[in-house]
């Protein structure tokens, strides 16, 4: 027969049973809290309200955003409708205003609404520089002429000219009209002989200086649109010969580097003396370097051969070197040779660039690129 079960524990295992199903259906506490209590009423209240009709939550509505305001300069206001309709008078006014405000940004675009609205007018080009002459800024209204096509007008171009010589003109003015004519495409010769001037008057300091850049300038536009420089190139070499001031010479002699024309004729022989007999070293180098790039490498060896005893100054002697390899590659080199015997610094430069030429390289620029650097004067050549 079956064992029975006693009543009394089946009676025992269902209250076991009933008390879990009751504990399983009770929702836990929040952790560290007891089931009532003010913990409790607190996290009751943080729940969120369910007595709306339809017994969910209803979310706040999200607080309105106020609409960005960019703060706009007074010296703005305007600018669209004067962009559209203003006049020169207008442009004049808002330009000056923009310049005595110190805000860079807002002159520099009027500059550029003023040379648009000039465009290929002389006449209004001419009055621009009519302001000018009244301004004590005059660079804020011609620094605009200089990108426009007006500007290439020949009256307007000596218009700007005569302002440069002007004597009686603030240094202001003559210095921002030198600088304007910069941008002309080419110099009639009576244009040229007029900077030149200009270049060599010894009371003038930075306009000779600026002078002679605006004649460079224009020699290298010229050149780069018909080829032509040598009218430029003569000019510029009497100022390398006559002017006064080393840094005057200096850059005559430095503006062709611009466009690297080849020298040749009797310019080679000016710069074989201004190599030998210039005080200042650093225009001595300036010749070298003029000399290193040429149609006549015979010639130039024979300018390099009769300096380099002269010179006692060994940055001149390097770049005597170095520059007869750039105007007659391996050519140069028994000459190279001889400059070693005189000057033992050099000796291993020498030996480098015969090495090199040795392995087949024959392109300066690479030959260049090869050459372990020995002889340091970067800060002495300017």
């Known amino acids: 027969m079956p064992r029975r079960v006693p009543i009394p524990l089946i009676l025992l295992a269902l209250l076991v049973l009933l008390v879990a199903v009751l504990l399983m259906g009770r929702s836990p506490a929040p952790e560290g809290t007891t089931t009532d209590g003010p913990a409790a009423q607190q996290v009751a209240s943080s729940r969120p ?34 962009d559209q309709h203003g006049t020169l008078d207008e442009l004049r006014t808002a ?56 500007i290439q007008d020949p009256r307007v171009a000596e218009r700007l000219l005569h302002l440069g010589e002007d004597a009686g003109a603030s240094l202001e003015l003559r210095r921002a009209s030198l600088e304007a004519l910069e941008t002309q495409h080419r ?20 306009l000779a200086w600026l002078a002679t850049r605006t004649l460079g300038r224009v020699m290298k536009e010229d050149f780069e649109r018909t080829g ?63 000399l290193g790039l040429t149609g006549e490498p015979d010639k130039a060896l024979e300018a390099f051969e009769a300096a ?5 100054d060994l940055c001149v002697r390097w770049a005597i070197f170095r520059f007869a390899v750039r105007a007659a590659g391996a050519q140069a080199l028994p000459l190279l040779e001889r400059f070693a015997a005189q000057e033992p610094r050099l000796a291993q430069d020498y ?6 030429y040795a392995a087949g390289t024959t392109d300066f620029a690479r030959i260049w690129q090869g050459k372990p650097e020995r002889i340091l004067c970067h800060e002495d050549e300017g």
């Open 95 to 150: 330009l000056a205003d923009a310049a005595s405000q110190g805000d860079n940004l807002l002159a520099s675009y009027l500059q550029q609404r003023l040379a648009e609205r000039v465009g290929e007018d002389p006449l209004a080009a001419l009055e621009v520089i009519a302001w000018a002459e009244q301004s004590g800024q005059p660079g804020l209204y011609l620094e605009a002429l200089k990108n426009t096509p007006a």
């Open 49 to 82: 309200d369910t007595s709306g009709p339809t017994g969910s939550a209803t979310p706040a509505p999200p607080p309105p955003v106020a609409p960005e305001v960019l703060p706009v300069p007074k010296c703005w206001e305007g600018l669209l409708a004067m």
């Open 351 to 356: 030996t480098d660039f015969k090495d090199l």
């Open 187 to 206: 110099f009639t010769p009576e244009a040229m002989s007029s900077l030149k001037k200009l270049a060599l008057d010894q009371n003038l300091d930075e």
């Open 228 to 290: 032509s420089f040598q009218p430029y190139w003569q000019e510029l070499l009497d100022i390398g010969q006559n002017s006064e001031e080393a840094a005057v010479r200096l850059l005559a002699l430095e503006m062709p580097s611009y466009s690297n024309p080849l020298i040749e004729g009797s310019s080679l022989d000016a710069l074989s003396e201004l190599m030998r007999k210039d005080p200042d070293k650093s225009v001595r180098e300036m010749a070298a370097f003029r």
């Open 308 to 312: 380099f005893p002269l010179e006692q």
